[in-house]
């Protein structure tokens, strides 16, 4: 599987932004699409996650501001975030796991997003 992403970049405290991913190559019945996010020196976290049946997780800290919703036909993933602050500057990184499989299997390279307070 590969995970082509776009969006992020640069905006304001309290601004909005939104990322997308999409996935080509292998197929499977289940499946969660999503994001983490990384900042240096720290551990990736779970942003949020989606499955094919749309079952959504979040991380406490976004839960409220962003939302995450699919496209199955375009295998594709969104991430709309609002009232963003300095704290949620990171590079996100989507991934793609098969639905019986706890970790993802697959990542994408990242896209940056900063906020400026």
């Known amino acids: 599987v590969q995970l082509q992403a776009s969006g992020g970049g640069l905006v304001q405290a309290g601004g909005s932004l939104s990322l997308s991913c999409t996935a080509s190559g292998d197929s499977y019945a289940g499946d969660v699409m999503g994001w983490y996010r990384q900042t240096p020196g720290n551990e990736r976290e779970l942003v949020a996650t989606?499955?094919?049946?749309?079952?959504?997780k979040y991380a406490d800290s976004v839960k409220g501001r962003f939302d995450i919703s699919r496209d199955n036909a375009k295998r594709t993933v969104y991430l709309q975030m609002n009232g963003l602050g300095p704290e949620d500057t990171a590079l996100y990184l989507c991934i793609f796991r098969r639905a019986w499989v706890p970790e993802p299997d697959y990542w994408g390279r990242g896209t940056l997003v900063t906020v400026s307070s």
């Open positions: 989606i499955s094919n049946g749309r079952n959504t």
